[in-house]
């Protein structure tokens, strides 16, 4: 929904945030994360709230202490929901430099990045005091480690980038771990929407690329791979939740161009204060010839969009379909069995009931779970340590 309000304030045109906050809502890599882990879902909704103030401060020759302020807020809220972030906060926060076009814009961003600064003391005192801990994560699943040469590390972030944007991924498997994605249901992404983010990337590209807010688009896009370059494992859903998000805001310029309006001579106004300036639309923005007038009539286009639409609902209905009757029979994967012995456990009468990890992780956290839910007191159970084993009996 803040996608489409965001869509809708970079168009002017609700249809147009109607269509994004729709294609969002049916999207299955946002559809899915919902029922996993609980910080990537952070991913979009920090991010959704930092592109709606820049969007709206980008505008502005100078920013205020309070638009500086929620800028640093925004992206504070990027960096800390989730471990994703604390790489894309920075990259987001650096990225403030393609709005610095004059020299008030330049103290304006400077102003944001040292107010952001200020946000990650506390990372800072934390890792300070818990030496390795936030890095812990980082060495588990990351190539990038002590002792690594930089040579191997460089050519390994570029294989794993471009493996990152793979189509089969993106578009024909999705993310190959069971539980973040149900196999078969097709890809994270409809081709619809990929389509029409191709499309937006051409128009940016051959027709808005002076301007500082898609450049900052491009520039988001291509960091927002970062996260799941760094890990080992290719086209990881949850590692990569920014790169959805950009690739709808890619979805706009292409809207835009697909709904507009034929353009005539007589929708030329002169501007009346600029002499020599590009003539303007009657809506005050500049005219593009080329970009709606000239490359196909408007009837063709909204056949286009019309088709568009209507494959991303044959989309939806298909993955939906399959989610629904193959995504209830991933028992293994959610650890669906573990309740069957929680109630066998709890039903015999000898106290403490002793809790082991296994093969899989902490499963451990299921049994204080599900007492939790039923009202058990935790001293009931009793978390083994790594390698112990039960008294006998």
């Known amino acids: 929904l803040l996608l489409g309000l965001l869509a809708k304030r970079i168009s002017g045109r609700s249809m147009i945030g109607v269509i994004v906050a729709a294609t969002a809502l049916l999207t299955p890599w946002f559809f899915e994360g919902r029922g996993l882990l609980l910080e990537p879902q952070f991913v979009p909704m920090a991010l959704a709230p930092f592109l709606l103030t820049l969007c709206h401060v980008q505008k502005k020759e100078s920013w205020n202490w309070l638009e500086v302020a929620l800028l640093a807020a925004t992206l504070a809220l990027v960096t800390y929901c989730y471990t994703s972030g604390r790489i894309l906060g920075p990259l987001l926060a650096l990225g403030l430099l393609f709005f610095a076009t004059s020299r008030r814009r330049l103290i304006s961003v400077v102003k944001a990045g040292l107010l952001y600064g200020a946000t990650l003391f506390p990372i800072l005192v934390f890792n300070w005091r818990n030496p390795g801990v936030l890095t812990k994560r980082l060495n588990e699943i990351s190539y990038i480690k002590p002792g690594v040469p930089l040579s191997e590390i460089v050519s390994q972030f ?144 909204l056949w286009i969009l019309f088709f568009l639409l209507a494959l991303t609902a044959v989309e939806a209905y298909r993955f939906q379909t399959v989610f629904r009757r193959d995504g209830p029979k991933r028992a293994f994967d959610f650890d669906v069995e573990y309740k069957a012995a929680y109630d066998a456990a709890t039903r015999q009468p000898a106290r403490p009931i002793y809790l082991e990890d296994g093969k899989w992780g902490p499963a451990y956290i299921h049994a204080l779970w599900y007492a939790a839910v039923e009202k058990r007191p935790r001293s009931e159970f009793v978390h083994l340590a790594p390698g112990a084993k039960a008294p006998a009996g």
Not at 185 to 208: K, P, Q
Not at 249 to 267: G, I, M
Request: glycine share 10%.
């Open 158 to 301: 570029v294989q794993r980038y471009l493996e990152d944007q793979s189509l089969t991924g993106l578009l024909l498997n999705g993310d190959y771990h069971p539980r973040h994605h149900v196999q078969g249901s097709g890809g994270a992404l409809f081709y619809a929407t990929f389509i029409l983010a191709i499309i937006g990337l051409v128009i940016v590209i051959a027709r808005r690329r002076r301007d500082p807010w898609w450049r900052f688009v491009l520039y988001g896009l291509a960091v927002a791979i970062v996260p799941g370059a760094i890990s080992v494992e290719p086209f990881h859903g949850m590692r990569l939740m920014a790169y959805p998000v950009f690739l709808l805001l890619l979805t706009v310029p292409a809207l835009e161009w697909l709904l507009a309006r034929d353009k005539h001579k007589s929708d030329l106004v002169p501007s009346p204060s600029h002499e020599g300036e590009e003539p303007l639309r009657d809506d005050g923005q500049p005219f593009e010839p080329g970009v709606a007038e000239g490359v196909l009539p408007r009837v063709a286009r």
